[in-house]
């Protein structure tokens, strides 16, 4: 199909010779060649490993309850054992910073780790290229076929594989909403076709989402839509790991016999096969330098590999390595040095504490809340000549089971709970009480007063709550 993108004359300095240049470049359709090795080993060690973890955990049970649910609705998140509030949020945004670090360590180290092997597009992409390859063969195979005029092997071949992209996708987007509505009833909702207008929308849109950028838009994602891959540079420098091709060892490049001696010949190791092109799932060519469109799945050094071990060549044309260790001539001990800098050593540090911190505050947390809100109604006075103030009060329990909570006030002399103070709350449940307190006259400064309210459970009297509030004296 011919580009209808807008195009742009360009004349020459000298006026004699005009040009037609596109403004923008025409997709071509990247059919990556399937290949073996110890990396694609990895990378398919961590898709089975994200996969059984993403299908799974919405299966699996902790009580009467999913191990694993954000109910909305009811505003909890359920983690195994764990209740969270949204009064929580705090424990989210140590997840946010400790996931930007850990991105943060991991580039700095070894480049774009996180695309290569475990970013969803990466993972998912993999999947519908195998399901690819299966029905419609290997790179040579596929191309054929896309060349080929429509046929009914054609139609069925394509049918064949969107079936299974549209059903991989379909239950990828019930897992997903499975972490918010527990997915048997998400299942038996959906055979009895009752599901409600939100789950349906959001299956379909994930689902969607899933089939159109791993099936279609794959590397497109990658190289335009993703942020990442734009600002990657700001985290590398000439130490990081990255990607490279020794042209020192393999230019000039061509092709030989397997006899044939490179030395003698005139010719490095490279034998311009493009190999290292036809396994790339972006389509670049990694002898051409780092790209911003690499994504680090090192599927060139496993390509590049085999062909090395064909030629009876040493391994390492294509491999990981760094700038300096390039340029320099580095031995790979001198290289790993250079690898663990301050820069990743700072990182590091700073991932470990705040890593540390935030289990700590976990495994501290005292598993219930408490919030006073003080009537808007100033003090008044009572009988036998008691000022009395009320307020709010509420109980969150995180705990699975009915708690009963105390509650008693200090900061004034004679200031005491009028009424009831002792309160049930059921399992993780929330509870909002009136609560009155009494102070005798001549207690306190006219206007506001400190007031301090402690909760405390009466199952286990050390998880203990203190809250602050003031007491109103009128003139």
């Known amino acids: 199909m011919r580009s209808q993108a807008p195009r742009a004359k360009a004349v020459a300095d000298t006026g004699a010779a005009a040009t037609e240049q596109a403004l923008f470049e025409v997709r071509r359709k990247i059919h990556p060649r399937a290949v073996s090795g110890w990396f694609a080993g990895w990378r398919w060690t961590l898709i089975w490993a994200t996969q059984i973890l993403f299908y799974g955990l919405p299966w699996l049970s ?17 983690l195994f054992g764990l209740v969270l509030y949204p009064q929580d949020f705090i424990y989210l945004t140590g997840l946010l910073i400790i996931s930007a670090l850990s991105l943060f360590l991991f ?94 929308f959001w299956v379909l849109f994930y689902s969607f989402a899933t089939w159109g950028n791993a099936g279609f838009m794959r590397e497109q994602v990658c190289k335009y839509m993703c942020p990442y891959a734009r600002f990657q540079s700001a985290m590398f420098d000439k130490d990081t790991l990255i990607i490279t091709y020794d042209a020192a060892r393999g230019e000039p490049r061509g092709s030989r016999a397997r006899k044939t001696d490179p030395r003698s010949a005139g010719l490095g190791d490279c034998i311009d096969c493009g190999i ?122 995180s705990k699975e089971q009915a708690r009963r909570f105390r509650i008693t006030v200090a900061g004034l002399e004679t200031a005491s709970m009028a009424g009831e103070s002792e309160f049930e709350v059921g399992p993780t449940g929330v509870r909002m009480v009136p609560i009155r307190v ?38």
């Open 62 to 78: 902790w009580g009467d309850r999913p191990a694993v649910l954000f109910a909305l609705e009811e505003r909890r998140f359920f």
């Open 276 to 397: 290292c092109v036809e396994v790339c799932p972006t389509g670049i060519d990694i002898r051409k330098g780092l790209q911003y469109e690499c994504i680090g799945c090192a599927a060139c050094i496993d390509g590049c590999n085999q062909v090395m071990d064909k030629m009876a060549y040493p391994r390492g044309l294509i491999r990981y390595s760094t700038t300096h260790a390039i340029e320099q001539r580095l031995d790979k001990a001198s290289m790993w040095r250079r690898v663990f800098r301050p820069r990743v050593l700072i990182y590091s540090a700073i991932l470990l504490s705040i890593v540390g911190a935030l289990a700590t505050s976990l495994a501290l947390r005292t598993p219930f809340k408490a919030d006073i809100i003080r009537d808007r109604i100033l003090g008044r006075i009572v009988e036998d000549g008691l000022i009395e103030n009320s307020y709010s009060l509420q109980l969150i329990n």
């Open 438 to 475: 009494r102070a005798e006259p001549g207690q306190g400064q006219t206007g506001s007063n400190k007031l301090r309210f402690e909760i405390e459970a009466m199952d286990a009297p050390d998880e203990r709550v203190v809250t602050h509030s003031t007491f109103f004296v009128p003139r």
């Open 107 to 200: 580039t700095a180290v070894a480049g774009r780790l996180w695309c290569g092997y475990a970013c969803p597009q990466t993972v998912y992409t993999e999947i519908f290229m195998w399901v690819e390859r299966k029905i419609e063969g290997d790179r040579n195979a596929r191309l054929k076929l896309e060349r080929s005029a429509m046929s009914v092997e054609k139609l069925a071949r394509l049918g064949a594989k969107h079936t299974v992209w549209i059903l991989i996708a379909l239950w990828t987007g019930i897992s997903f909403v499975g972490y918010f509505t527990p997915i048997r009833e998400l299942l038996g909702s959906l055979a009895r076709f009752d599901m409600g207008p939100w789950e349906t």
